[in-house]
């Protein structure tokens, strides 16, 4: 499915935002449904923004105070909250639409598993990890793993997003097994990230060397220290250089090392609820730093200080880096 432009994205942040402040006139309402109808990207664009915006206001309904949550969530305009009926009548028109978008954007099928995982982290949360072995795990954020330790092997089993792996010896020898729905790896005595990602899974290799055999094609590779690669199920892409900033996320820290700030962003994205989009005209501006993923905000403005950008909130849900 075709993405949206960044034009097209931001149009329909601007008119989500207008139908729930309360201001809206019916000329108004007239006017977003014939841009709506105006072209198919605009219907896109418009589910998204709904996508986002119940992905955000969803965890209020269990919160003691939904209104002082929205205010510590960037400040949200009160209004925004008494009008969820709004929001309702909106999103009947575009309701196929929506289902078409989060069906294209990512499968559910990961996530449902991850819900009775052994271990598992919600969006924006690291954990560290001890297993029984005196092995430590890092989670990083919207993660999952089981565990699964007997008298032969020691097995963890990725089912969302990524970890960090420092293994620890076993008196028993017993080997070190991690899998994903692409394939098996084997550690030999090492420190290594695992990915998945776009039905891949993404290794790097920081110390040692880690055995990947693909779950289809059953091909092997022993990738080593200083490593990392690629593969689906039915094979392993050629190895490249790992780079040791790219597990800062361990530590809490985002780096970036005159990286496009469209890449930066692209990270970010994965520590927040929010969207955040970047002018199109500045997509590839380089980026140097060290950014906290803690705060997502906090670094939002960095990264508009760095780029000679601002932080425009279209709703405290929807950011853009624009021009000044």
Not at 92 to 121: I, Y
Not at 224 to 240: D, E, V
Not at 271 to 281: A, E, F, K, L, N
């Amino acid at each position: 499915m075709h993405t949206p432009s960044h034009a097209a994205m931001q149009q329909a942040a601007d008119w989500y935002a207008l139908l729930i402040s309360g201001e809206e006139t019916a000329n108004d309402r007239a006017r977003w449904k014939a841009w709506l109808v105006t072209n198919p990207e605009h219907r896109q664009a418009w589910s998204y923004v709904e996508t986002v915006s119940q992905r955000v206001l969803a965890p209020l309904k269990d919160t003691t105070d939904p209104h002082l949550t929205a205010e510590n969530l960037h400040s949200a305009n009160t209004r925004t909250w008494r009008r969820r009926h709004v929001l309702t009548s909106v999103a009947v028109a575009t309701s196929a639409g929506a289902l078409g978008w989060m069906s294209w954007r990512s499968s559910l099928g990961p996530m449902v598993l991850a819900l009775s995982a052994d271990h598992r982290t919600g969006v924006g949360e690291i954990r560290e990890i001890e297993l029984p072995d005196g092995t430590r795990v890092w989670l990083n954020t919207a993660s999952a793993f089981n565990q699964h330790y007997n008298t032969d092997f020691r097995r963890l089993r990725l089912l969302a997003g990524e970890f960090l792996i420092d293994t620890a010896a076993d008196g028993a020898k017993r080997p070190f097994i991690v899998e994903t729905p692409e394939g098996w790896l084997r550690a030999l005595g090492t420190r290594f990230t695992v990915r998945r990602e776009d039905e891949q899974t993404v290794l790097a290799v920081y110390q040692g060397a880690v055995e990947v055999r693909t779950a289809a094609s059953g091909d092997v590779k022993t990738i080593p220290s200083g490593q990392q690669t690629r593969f689906s199920a039915q094979g392993i892409r050629p190895l490249t250089s790992a780079d040791q900033s790219s597990a800062a996320w361990s530590r809490g820290d985002l780096v970036a090392l005159d990286t496009p700030l469209i890449e930066v962003v692209e990270e970010l994205r994965r520590y927040t609820r929010q969207h955040i989009g970047v002018d199109p005209s500045f997509a590839q501006q380089r980026v140097f730093g060290s950014f906290p993923l803690h705060d997502v905000n906090t670094t939002l403005n960095l990264l508009a200080d760095a780029a000679n950008l601002r932080v425009r909130r279209t709703l405290p849900w929807w950011v853009t880096l624009e021009a000044l």
